[in-house]
């Protein structure tokens, strides 16, 4: 009996052994403990931060910290004693960077499957929600102009269920005259039907478009090779001069 416990013992000591070293090794290895922990999470790089045992870890246009022996993951801004934003910092030459990679897509973006707006020489490419007060505030202003065509992706990232209204305009035989429906605050009519896998995989595809342009936000325009987030009327007018 002495012996058979003392066997145990050694067993759990061994595995308990095996554990901890598997975690150690998990944490010298921090982007491979950092996927195993948060799979969910894209993984561009990861980096020592100023905290001993903490590691930068940047996913897209986020900045977290990661501490590996804990499996935890932090989220917030880290701040120097006289007030510079560390973090802060970093996400702005992240958003810049993705901003000039934006840009340089615009150009392949397949604008025969937007909803085109307006017939005139100047162009807009823009991505819009129909629930966002701010987008149907661009919307209004931008449809008094005659001087341009406006190439629009209904992209309701904030207010997924606008997903309805894209697909009525998408399926709408007028699709102008639809998103002018829409953007004006209109309910989709009762007498809608059933959307067909088409117009769904369309208006998913307008959703992908904005993720691959790192488009969090609406309405977002893309305007002589620059981009303006938000309904900043003065900046697109000066641009569109």
């Not at 615009?106 to 909803?115: G, N, Q, R, T, Y």
């Given at each position: 009996m002495k012996n058979l416990l003392i066997a145990v013992v050694a067993v759990l000591v061994l595995g308990l052994s095996q554990a901890n070293a598997q975690a150690a090794s998990l944490a010298a290895m921090p982007a491979a403990s950092f996927t195993k922990a948060f799979p969910q999470l894209k993984l561009d790089s990861i980096t020592e931060s100023q905290i001993k045992g903490v590691y930068e870890v940047i996913s897209g246009q986020?900045?977290?910290?990661?501490?590996?022996?804990?499996?935890?993951?932090?989220v917030g801004d880290l701040y120097t004693s006289t007030g510079q934003n560390i973090t802060g910092e970093k996400k702005r030459d992240l958003k810049a960077k993705f901003q000039e990679k934006a840009i340089e897509k615009i150009k392949d973006l397949p604008l025969e499957k937007a909803v085109k707006v307006?017939?005139?020489?100047?162009?807009?490419?823009?991505?819009?929600?129909?629930?966002?007060?701010?987008?149907?505030?661009?919307?209004?202003?931008?449809?008094?102009?005659?001087?341009?065509?406006?190439?629009?992706?209904?992209?309701?990232?904030?207010?997924?269920?606008?997903?309805?209204?894209?697909?009525?305009?998408?399926?709408?035989?007028?699709?102008?005259?639809?998103?002018?429906?829409?953007?004006?605050?209109?309910?989709?009519?009762?007498?809608?039907?059933?959307?067909?896998?088409?117009?769904?995989?369309?208006?998913?595809?307008?959703?992908?478009?904005?993720?691959?342009?790192?488009?969090?936000?609406?309405?977002?325009?893309?305007?002589?090779?620059?981009?303006?987030?938000?309904?900043?009327?003065?900046?697109?007018?000066?641009?569109?001069?």
């Amino acid at each position: 009996m002495k012996n058979l416990l003392i066997a145990v013992v050694a067993v759990l000591v061994l595995g308990l052994s095996q554990a901890n070293a598997q975690a150690a090794s998990l944490a010298a290895m921090p982007a491979a403990s950092f996927t195993k922990a948060f799979p969910q999470l894209k993984l561009d790089s990861i980096t020592e931060s100023q905290i001993k045992g903490v590691y930068e870890v940047i996913s897209g246009q986020n900045v977290f910290y990661f501490y590996p022996e804990k499996d935890l993951l932090l989220v917030g801004d880290l701040y120097t004693s006289t007030g510079q934003n560390i973090t802060g910092e970093k996400k702005r030459d992240l958003k810049a960077k993705f901003q000039e990679k934006a840009i340089e897509k615009i150009k392949d973006l397949p604008l025969e499957k937007a909803v085109k707006v307006g017939n005139g020489p100047k162009t807009v490419i823009e991505f819009t929600d129909p629930d966002c007060p701010y987008c149907r505030k661009a919307s209004e202003a931008l449809k008094k102009r005659t001087d341009i065509t406006r190439y629009v992706f209904l992209t309701p990232l904030a207010h997924p269920a606008a997903i309805s209204k894209v697909h009525y305009v998408l399926s709408s035989k007028d699709q102008e005259m639809a998103y002018h429906e829409m953007m004006e605050g209109k309910p989709v009519p009762a007498s809608s039907k059933e959307y067909s896998k088409a117009v769904k995989d369309q208006a998913e595809e307008y959703l992908n478009i904005a993720r691959s342009l790192a488009i969090d936000g609406t309405p977002t325009f893309f305007i002589n090779g620059q981009q303006v987030v938000g309904a900043d009327m003065d900046r697109i007018n000066e641009l569109l001069k």
